[in-house]
């Protein structure tokens, strides 16, 4: 007898066995940031990946596919984050199980799947299922009850709300029809009508069946797709629920490890306090999120998806803080995750130390902003007391929940130690300001209507790619675009995108730019400045007709530029052997984040925490050189994807890959999963120079490097600046160095003595101020201009005066280039009543500006010179009215 699968990982394989056994491609997942898609923050179906497909603007050589795709729910409309851990099904993070037809098959085929795989394959009783149908959608009903033999009683029609799909806003969408489990009549359950939209506890659905027929536009309107398709989704961790017979997601294997390793840190266990299992079932959800969005490539930031991962980051985070982890260990259960998911996903592994890394660096930075926050609520409080107040503004909330990080809870918790009360209105508002600046971040862009054009194109006339042996070709012209409309002909002038049946033009894509070079018919000669491949299967060549008319079903000669393609080739291969000796130097963590190749530089963007030290570039050059210098052939093989990872090719994961990868290797230090040209040997890629590196991103690095003849005109260039340098300093080349050190010494120390000469001077100057401070209600002030004193020598001098006074109130202003620069102190026994800062800020306000700091200390500046005695007077008033 068949065993029926128990564990998430055999329930996750036998799904996708008994699909692909039934004609369904297998696809791996797709990273958690969506591919070339602005509408979305995070891929939140299993759809979303064939979004395009569904739209019809792309077209694949499969027509039924199958998938487990890493979801994430954290932002905009599928935002669950402030359930996760307090109930049982609320994740952040999940895996979905998912079948799809693109135009194949429909509603009767998608239910019957379904409907075997739960109790044939999955083994459940089914006398404990029961299914939902759009209210309208009487095909479904009656596939139900006629087809599978479901009782009518145990079909139920629901509205809109419950029962139509869609992906976002705009979009796929159409009606569906779901299974849930019914775990009988719930006691306390007080709805007289309890169906599976009720959320008392009886119902559990498991797979939603989307009958996917329609795109809506921003407008609402819903237009037919293409071809009617199928979308289902069924939840891992639901699916594992009911499998293993529990009635939480965390009471899961997926979740077992994490949790005890979370038990563990802590030393809480799950069950003595519903508070403290909330935030354990917090922290075990979070850190398979933190763990997958890193892996994915999302670091932490201040808007977008970093943003959204430091708030995950920064809440779990909180929640160790709330079981009494005062230490960062989030990076731990990191670990715990990995060893739970690194079979389904290996990249985790290979990412680890990196992973690990990247939370602990956050988890450190959080705890510190915890404890700033914490002294800037304790500020708020005071001055709230002081002003008689009760309410903490909603600004002030939303600060410290937005920088550094404070749950309003915590705020609220705190504010209720002191008998005071937070301003929620005002926070909701500031928080719906957030969520108007998030959606205009994340603001869909595009022309849909050219967007739609290319997918035809790509339907009706797919490009064959001959670059990868020729650089010319003929071919007739078989589409023309000008200003992103179809027409028959071009004429001089005129910005063409021209459409072929096969050609050598490499398309932009992998990071190498599209090729340039010209189109020549009978009629008309065009410069091709550009190559694109705006829709999967198309390639479209732009540039502008230099002479005569272009018209549709000539026969074109094409022709690449072959100096600036060698130049790409050397640069493209240049790059692999560059990613290789990264990974060689500074380990697998160097994961490739981007690359620009051109004929004249590349350009690679990678994972790293710190600047390369000179010694790590020169070892890199090493290697990369040393390599060329072998002259190892290129291998180019063709294989399915799972069989080129197994073999050690390198994939990046932020590329979209099919199942049929070009892999190329060069000896046996680069292999890469990769669809650019690149040179016959890694000879002729001649010499490779790194001249520049820079940090691009928080944890990402940039490195420039040139190849071949442009790294020779680089070196050529330094030797010509370097024999500048030796005439300029009359000295040999080798002695340019020692030299150039014994004239900055000689710089400093004159710099030294000026600086003493002034400090002397500033000396002279305060002892004659000191003169002037007045007594203003018992205390001293002295407010005065400080004559051709430097802008940044002020605060020595104020500090100087502060001590001279013993007890009082200094302001200095300087003027430079017609700027007005104010340092205002106050001697420690006074900041109860006057605050340095408070007190800048009014006198800059006089001259024109604007300022602050510190209780004891504080700067500002102005545009207004003439206005300093005013500001002066307003000093002295704001001293005397106390």
Known sequence: MRSTPRTAHEIREAFLRFFEARDHRVIPSAALVPEADPTLMFVNAGMV???????????RDYKRACSSQKCMRASGKHNDLEEVGRTPRHNTFFEMLGNFSFGDYFKHEAIAFAWELVTDGFGLDPDRLVATVFETDDEAHAIWEREIGLPTGRIFRLGESENFWSMGETGPCGPCSELNVDFGPNPDCANPVCDPACDCGRWLEIWNLVFMQYDRSASGEQRPLPKPS????????????????????FDTDLFAGILARAQDISGVTLGGDAEKDVSLRVLADHARALTFLIGDGVLPSNEGRGYVLRRILRRAARHGVLLGVERPFVHELAHAVIDEMKGPYPELSERRAYIAERILREEERFLETLS???????????????????????????????????????TADILRGHDLALDEPGFEASMDEQRARARAAWKGSGDAEVAAIYGALATELPTRFLGYEALEACSPIRA?????DRTRAASEGDRVEVVVDETPFYAESGGQVGDRGTLETESARVAIDDTQKPASGL????????????????????????????ATVRNHSGTHLLHAALRAVLGPQAVQKGSLVAPDRLRFDFTHDRPLQDDEIERIEDLANAWIEANAPAEVRTMPYAEAIESGAVAIFEEKYGDEVRVVSFGPFSTELCGGTHARATGEIGLLKVVAQSGIAAGVRRIEALTGLGALEYLR??????????????????????????????KKQAEDEVTALRSAHRGAQSAGLIERAREIGGTRVLAARAEDARPKELRSMVDALRDELGSGVVLLATVSEGRVSLALGVTPDLTDRYRAGDLVREVAGVVGGKGGGKADFAQAGGNDPAALPAAFEKLYALVEQG
Not at 49 to 59: Q, Y
Not at 548 to 566: H, I, K, M, N
Not at 717 to 724: G, H, I, S
């Open 480 to 484: 023309l675009l000008v200003a992103g």
């Open 539 to 566: 390639i479209v060549h732009r540039g502008r007709v230099l002479s005569g008319e272009l018209r549709v079903e000539q026969d074109a000669r094409l022709a690449v530029d072959a100096d600036a393609r060698g």
């Open 49 to 59: 990946p064939f979004k395009r497909v569904f739209l019809g603007e792309e077209s």
């Open 230 to 249: 199928i979308d289902t989704g069924a939840g891992l961790e639901r699916v594992a629920s009911v499998l293993q017979g529990v009635r939480s997601n």
């Open 372 to 410: 700033k926050g914490l002294v800037l609520l304790e500020e708020e409080i005071r001055e709230l007391r002081s002003r008689g107040e009760t309410t903490l503004p909603g600004s002030v909330v939303f600060k410290l929940y937005d920088t550094y990080g404070f749950p309003v809870d915590l």
């Open 717 to 746: 260039q330094t030797q010509r600046a370097l024999t500048r340098v030796s005439e300029l300093l009359r000295a040999p080349v080798a002695e340019v160095v020692p030299r150039l050190e014994k004239l900055l010494d000689e």
